[in-house]
């Protein structure tokens, strides 16, 4: 939960620019819920913070040189401070969404241990990730997204964060960013 001070900063590489005005994609995603989720046809505003991996307590992450990849470390705190701001940006009338690749019974395990108040879903298959042509990175034979959060609005994406740094401070950015832009 505590972050190393010394993890490398990402980079924003313009891999987000092509997403603001953007529609989101019809594409089902399985919730933590268990109900299926469509970001294009939500109305009103969503957060959707994307993260690349979370780890299990007592389990060896995916590489031992994930705190060198910059933006990886952080998934963890990062979906801590949206469950602990989550009141808050539910007064400035959006709902949070996580969103990774991992599967839907990984994802579980992370919401009931962390008791979060909102679902985190699943895009297993890439078909999102590849829709929107969302930034990615390779590893352990595995293809994860790196860590950004896609403001949308009915369906249209409004604003994107990329890169994401600090990840534990995060939420209390978006938070401010909702406030500020009603």
Request: charged share 25%.
């Amino acid at each position: 939960m505590v972050l190393p001070d010394d993890l490398p900063v990402p980079e924003d590489d313009g891999a987000c620019d092509h997403l603001p005005g953007s529609q989101a994609p019809s594409i089902p995603l399985d919730g933590t819920d268990g109900e299926t989720h469509d970001l294009a046809s939500l109305s009103g505003r969503s957060v959707v913070y994307a993260y690349p991996w979370t780890g299990r307590p007592g389990q060896p992450l995916l590489s031992e040189d994930w705190d060198l990849i910059p933006g990886a470390r952080g998934c963890t705190p990062e979906t801590c401070g949206f469950r602990d701001h989550h009141a808050e940006m539910e007064k400035t009338g959006a709902r949070v969404l996580g969103l990774s690749t991992q599967d839907t019974g990984y994802q579980r395990e992370l919401a009931e241990r962390l008791g979060l108040p909102f679902p985190i879903l699943s895009d297993a298959d890439l078909a999102f990730t590849q829709a929107l042509r969302l930034p990615t990175f390779d590893i352990a034979g595995r293809t994860l997204i790196k860590r950004l959060t896609l403001v949308i609005d009915s369906g249209r994406i409004k604003h994107v964060f990329y890169p994401v740094f600090p990840p534990d401070r995060h939420a209390a950015e978006v938070v401010r960013w909702l406030e500020e832009n009603r």
